[in-house]
């Protein structure tokens, strides 16, 4: 039946209607917090392309942890910045490094904050890749072994979910295996696992120290344009024993949030990264949009898209004003 029978506005003329009608509601639950975890003390050290985030020291971390906690968000990712890179990254599995001993305090310290970890090596390596480098090319089978030591050792630090964002062929397995036979049959993998080369990781790179010192990561990261793939790279992972999948970035992939969220029925991460970020954050200090409003919107956006989980460096602020 048509106009003038139906009349769509009807039910948007008020804020109390819009509210009975409203489909979809971002709620703190939804969001994920990253930090990104310095050496020292009483260092926090703001990234010039991400107004508003810094990296801090592990003192510095669990403070900004009992904020995020007490905003109602149910959990962190944390990324590292080590005192040393190397060629193969070994500070990655380093028992006293800055992420394993985030994880420790913040679990003593916030024990209700869920404290997932990245696994990757490209924080780690001189050289910026994301796994071992062999005749200038990213080796994938020689990559398994560290990143495996890696997520053992933030699993031995009490993590509660590890994360590989490494993109390398068969990690979540091997990931998998090592936790099992190290006793830690519980701990859940969330995998990154369409994760695509994508131009909006630039800041993150600034923050993470992490931009690669030749060449890109075409190689191993997925090539934008490819929808099938990423579905067929998230059903590897399934098999694999990932049990959450991600794709990453959120907003230009959200047909593929969709998709993943309608193939496969399980519980979907989106990756709102910190290109996204940037450029709500710039747009917004230059008085160019109504940044509190675009960032509700986008969130919003990657949750009906089909997102159970949203990590976004703007979780804690949103969570706080999702509270009023
Ligand atoms: C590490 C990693 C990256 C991000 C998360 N894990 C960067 C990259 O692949 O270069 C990006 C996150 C962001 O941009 O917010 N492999």
């Given at each position: 039946m048509a106009f003038p029978i139906n009349r769509p506005r009807r039910l948007r003329r008020t804020e109390t209607l819009r509210r009975m009608i409203r489909e979809t509601r971002l709620a703190p639950d939804d969001l994920i917090q990253p930090f990104f975890v310095c050496p020292g003390r009483g260092v926090k050290r703001p990234i010039n392309s991400m107004p508003g985030v810094a990296q801090m020291s592990v003192d510095q971390v669990v403070r900004a942890a009992r904020e995020t906690h007490s905003?109602?968000?149910?959990?962190?990712?944390?990324?590292?910045?080590?005192q040393h890179k190397d060629p193969h990254g070994t500070q990655a599995w380093n028992d006293q490094g800055e992420v394993q001993r985030a994880i420790r305090e913040i679990k003593e310290q916030v024990p209700g904050l869920a404290v997932i970890t990245d696994v990757c090596l490209c924080e780690y390596t001189d050289h910026g890749h994301c796994?071992?480098?062999l005749s200038n090319d990213v080796d994938n089978d020689a990559t398994l072994e560290p990143l495996s030591?890696?997520?053992?050792?933030?699993?031995?630090?009490?993590a509660d979910m590890v994360a590989p964002s490494d993109m390398m062929d068969g990690r979540v397995g091997a990931i998998r295996r090592t936790l099992d036979e190290n006793g830690f049959i519980h701990l859940p993998i969330m995998a990154y696992s369409a994760k695509f080369a994508s131009a909006f990781y630039g800041p993150f790179r600034e923050a993470a120290e992490s931009a690669p010192q030749f060449g890109d990561r075409r190689s191993y990261q997925m090539d934008p344009p490819n929808g099938d793939e990423a579905m067929?790279?998230?059903?590897?992972?399934?098999?694999e024993g990932a049990d959450i999948v991600m794709v990453k970035p959120a907003l230009p992939y959200l047909d593929l949030i969709y998709r993943a969220k309608h193939e496969f029925h399980v519980p979907l991460a989106a990756y709102n990264v910190s290109g996204e970020y940037s450029m709500l954050r710039a747009a917004g200090l230059n008085g160019w949009l109504d940044e509190e409003r675009a960032v509700m919107e986008v969130l919003t956006s990657i949750k009906r898209a089909g997102a159970d989980m949203i990590l976004s460096y703007f979780a804690t602020e949103v969570a706080n004003r999702l509270r009023g």
């Amino acid at each position: 039946m048509a106009f003038p029978i139906n009349r769509p506005r009807r039910l948007r003329r008020t804020e109390t209607l819009r509210r009975m009608i409203r489909e979809t509601r971002l709620a703190p639950d939804d969001l994920i917090q990253p930090f990104f975890v310095c050496p020292g003390r009483g260092v926090k050290r703001p990234i010039n392309s991400m107004p508003g985030v810094a990296q801090m020291s592990v003192d510095q971390v669990v403070r900004a942890a009992r904020e995020t906690h007490s905003a109602g968000v149910p959990a962190v990712i944390l990324f590292g910045i080590p005192q040393h890179k190397d060629p193969h990254g070994t500070q990655a599995w380093n028992d006293q490094g800055e992420v394993q001993r985030a994880i420790r305090e913040i679990k003593e310290q916030v024990p209700g904050l869920a404290v997932i970890t990245d696994v990757c090596l490209c924080e780690y390596t001189d050289h910026g890749h994301c796994g071992v480098v062999l005749s200038n090319d990213v080796d994938n089978d020689a990559t398994l072994e560290p990143l495996s030591r890696e997520a053992l050792s933030h699993a031995r630090a009490g993590a509660d979910m590890v994360a590989p964002s490494d993109m390398m062929d068969g990690r979540v397995g091997a990931i998998r295996r090592t936790l099992d036979e190290n006793g830690f049959i519980h701990l859940p993998i969330m995998a990154y696992s369409a994760k695509f080369a994508s131009a909006f990781y630039g800041p993150f790179r600034e923050a993470a120290e992490s931009a690669p010192q030749f060449g890109d990561r075409r190689s191993y990261q997925m090539d934008p344009p490819n929808g099938d793939e990423a579905m067929r790279e998230i059903a590897l992972d399934l098999a694999e024993g990932a049990d959450i999948v991600m794709v990453k970035p959120a907003l230009p992939y959200l047909d593929l949030i969709y998709r993943a969220k309608h193939e496969f029925h399980v519980p979907l991460a989106a990756y709102n990264v910190s290109g996204e970020y940037s450029m709500l954050r710039a747009a917004g200090l230059n008085g160019w949009l109504d940044e509190e409003r675009a960032v509700m919107e986008v969130l919003t956006s990657i949750k009906r898209a089909g997102a159970d989980m949203i990590l976004s460096y703007f979780a804690t602020e949103v969570a706080n004003r999702l509270r009023g």
